[in-house]
């Protein structure tokens, strides 16, 4: 049995307007390494950053830590702020009393080049 797949020509979907990718308070950041794969982010993919809205607890977050940009999970413990790695191979990062820290945006999509993997 094959499966058929029906398209329905009435109904129109805009990335721009889904993503809101063409909003004052959203940006786009390719990020490059493996430390958030764990949340489906792979080096080489391009993120849809919120500016427009405060970081809440468990939100993944483009920020910088002493002037260097990171891309993380933030969450807070005890009072303090923690910046989570999704993948165990990395610790979690505390942010210290004497540590600058900036949330630059939150996280709301990410994006993969497919042709890219498999080339």
Not at 15 to 44: C, F, H, N
Not at 83 to 98: D, F, T, V
Request: contains cysteine; glycine residues 10%.
């Amino acid at each position: 049995m094959t499966a058929a797949l029906e398209i329905d020509e009435t109904i129109q979907i805009s990335l721009d307007d889904l993503m809101q990718l063409r909003a004052p308070y959203v940006y786009l950041v390719k990020i490059e390494g493996d430390s958030m794969q764990g949340a489906g982010m792979y080096s080489g993919d391009l993120l849809i950053v919120d500016r427009g809205t405060e970081a809440k607890h468990g939100e993944i977050v483009i920020a910088a830590v002493n002037g260097e940009p990171v891309c993380k999970r933030m969450c807070h413990e005890h009072g303090m702020i923690v910046l989570r790695s999704e993948n165990r191979k990395y610790p979690s990062r505390y942010i210290m009393e004497g540590d600058t820290f900036d949330v630059w945006g939150v996280v709301r999509y990410s994006v993969r080049d497919h042709d890219r993997i498999a080339g």
